[in-house]
């Protein structure tokens, strides 16, 4: 059973805490998989779905919202991922005005960058983890990551063919 | 946010439209943009820089560079402070519903005809191919996120280089070994570049 508030409070504090689309994955995957609401497995559907999906990657967390919580996760992730930016542009913007261009905002968020683009590794292999490091499992993640180097095979394209895959051998 | 939206920065030939007509082009750039963020990105500067004239280069540039210190999704900052440079409260308010509602209402429906087939056999036979292809392209995305980051730290030198991979490193493995909350791994890496960073600067503008 999941506590509404508690998930809201969960997905806010993500948001607030982190800036860019995923830069909340780290947060979110600690907090939710401690609870257990969240597997392993859901983060990486939720995932997919936000790649599939149109708008920016930042709504896969809807997706997520909705498979621990039906409905009512959705929406609430949707209030807890759009109010951050809103209230804080709309109260402390005169801060930004002054602060942005500083070189320890630069490198704070050089920072920032650096430690989620670390721990999105973990991430990943811990997602691995649960899926196993079969030869077939590698053989695909390989492939998706050749694909997708290319940049000139679509995202879509690149799971559906992973999809084929799976009901192919599995 | 006057400080943003001081009378000589207002561009010249802003086009002038309704509210209506506000939602019906962020819902457009949100349903359209496949891909991703930096999709999404390239129709917001079509449309505000290029069609609208909303906002000159440099504004959407530094725009852009506030987003990146705004908690949550940069794109949504972008979306809230381009619709209040257009119409106020009202503008941040119909460009940021009609960037998300369309594009969160499709991910909910996808979300929830896969959850209906998600014990399939068929559906979970194809999901055993894609999770290994999704954590492909997440790491791909962890490079992509990485690069520019590294490329500027090795533009600033050794000792900048050095740090970044320092940091970067440092807080895989405080992740994958240590088990450190997130949330301190995230901002104690930044609160240090950024100390870093400013100390840097600091003592080259004072040289000896």
Same mark, same amino acid.
């Given at each position: 059973?999941?506590?509404?508030?508690?998930?809201?409070?969960?997905?806010?504090?993500?948001?607030?805490?982190?800036?860019?689309?995923?830069?909340?994955?780290?947060?979110?995957?600690?907090?939710?998989?401690a609870?257990?609401w969240?597997?392993?497995?859901?983060? *990486?559907?939720?995932?997919?779905?936000?790649? =599939?999906?149109?708008?920016?990657?930042?709504?896969?967390?809807i997706?997520?919202?909705?498979?621990?919580?039906?409905?009512?996760?959705?929406?609430?992730?949707?209030?807890?991922?759009?109010?951050?930016?809103?209230?804080?542009l709309?109260?402390?913007?005169? =801060?930004? *005005?002054?602060?942005?261009?500083?070189? *320890?905002t630069?490198?704070?968020?050089?920072g920032?960058?650096? *430690?989620?683009?670390?721990?999105?590794?973990?991430?990943?292999?811990?997602?691995?983890?649960?899926?196993?490091?079969?030869?077939?499992?590698?053989?695909i993640?390989l492939?998706a990551?050749?694909?997708?180097?290319?940049?000139?095979?679509?995202?879509?394209?690149?799971?559906?063919?992973?999809?084929?895959?799976? =009901?192919?051998?599995f | $946010?006057?400080?943003?939206?001081?009378?000589?920065?207002?561009?010249?030939?802003? +086009?002038?439209?309704?509210?209506?007509?506000?939602?019906?082009?962020? $819902?457009t750039?949100g349903?359209?943009?496949?891909?991703?963020?930096?999709?999404?990105?390239?129709? &917001?500067?079509? +449309? +505000?820089?290029?069609r609208?004239?909303?906002?000159?280069?440099?504004?959407?540039?530094r725009?852009?560079? &506030?987003?990146?210190?705004?908690?949550?999704? #940069?794109?949504?900052? $972008?979306?809230?402070? &381009?619709?209040?440079?257009v119409?106020?409260?009202?503008?941040?308010?119909?460009?940021?519903?009609?960037?998300?509602?369309?594009?969160?209402? &499709?991910?909910?429906?996808?979300?929830?005809v896969?959850?209906?087939?998600?014990?399939?056999?068929?559906?979970? +036979?194809?999901?055993a191919?894609?999770?290994?292809?999704?954590?492909?392209?997440?790491?791909?995305?962890?490079?992509? $996120?990485?690069?520019?980051?590294? #490329?500027?730290?090795?533009?600033?030198?050794?000792?900048?280089?050095?740090?970044?991979?320092?940091?970067?490193?440092?807080?895989?493995?405080?992740?994958?070994?240590?088990?450190?909350?997130a949330?301190?791994?995230?901002?104690?890496?930044?609160?240090?570049?950024?100390?870093?960073?400013?100390?840097?600067?600091?003592?080259?503008?004072r040289?000896?």
């Open positions: 059973m999941t506590d509404p508030l508690a998930l809201f409070w969960i997905m806010f504090r993500a948001a607030l805490l982190s800036t860019s689309g995923t830069g909340n994955l780290p947060i979110l995957h600690q907090d939710l998989l609870r257990g969240a597997t392993e497995r859901q983060f *990486a559907e939720a995932l997919a779905i936000g790649q =599939i999906s149109p708008g920016p990657t930042g709504l896969w967390v997706s997520l919202g909705y498979l621990v919580d039906g409905l009512r996760g959705a929406a609430l992730t949707l209030l807890a991922i759009v109010l951050p930016p809103l209230l804080v709309l109260l402390v913007h005169g =801060i930004y *005005a002054r602060w942005g261009d500083h070189p *320890a630069q490198g704070f968020v050089r920032l960058g650096l *430690a989620v683009s670390g721990i999105f590794v973990v991430v990943m292999a811990r997602i691995m983890n649960s899926a196993g490091w079969t030869p077939i499992n590698l053989m993640m492939g990551v050749a694909l997708g180097a290319t940049r000139r095979v679509p995202v879509l394209l690149i799971l559906v063919l992973a999809a084929l895959v799976g =009901i192919g051998l | $946010m006057k400080d943003l939206q001081s009378p000589a920065e207002q561009p010249r030939r802003a +086009a002038r439209v309704s509210l209506w007509r506000l939602l019906w082009i962020w $819902m750039i349903v359209q943009s496949f891909g991703g963020g930096s999709a999404t990105l390239y129709l &917001i500067r079509r +449309a +505000a820089v290029e609208y004239g909303w906002l000159t280069e440099d504004e959407f540039t725009y852009w560079g &506030i987003c990146q210190i705004t908690p949550g999704i #940069n794109i949504l900052s $972008m979306v809230i402070l &381009i619709g209040w440079r119409a106020g409260v009202l503008g941040a308010s119909f460009a940021l519903i009609g960037l998300v509602a369309p594009s969160a209402a &499709i991910t909910v429906a996808l979300t929830s896969y959850a209906h087939f998600r014990q399939a056999s068929l559906v979970r +036979a194809a999901i191919g894609v999770v290994p292809a999704t954590v492909g392209l997440g790491l791909l995305l962890s490079y992509t $996120m990485v690069r520019p980051l590294l #490329n500027a730290a090795r533009r600033d030198g050794r000792g900048s280089t050095a740090a970044a991979g320092i940091l970067l490193l440092g807080s895989a493995l405080a992740a994958a070994v240590a088990r450190a909350p949330v301190g791994i995230l901002w104690s890496a930044g609160a240090l570049s950024a100390f870093l960073q400013w100390q840097r600067l600091a003592r080259r503008r040289p000896q």
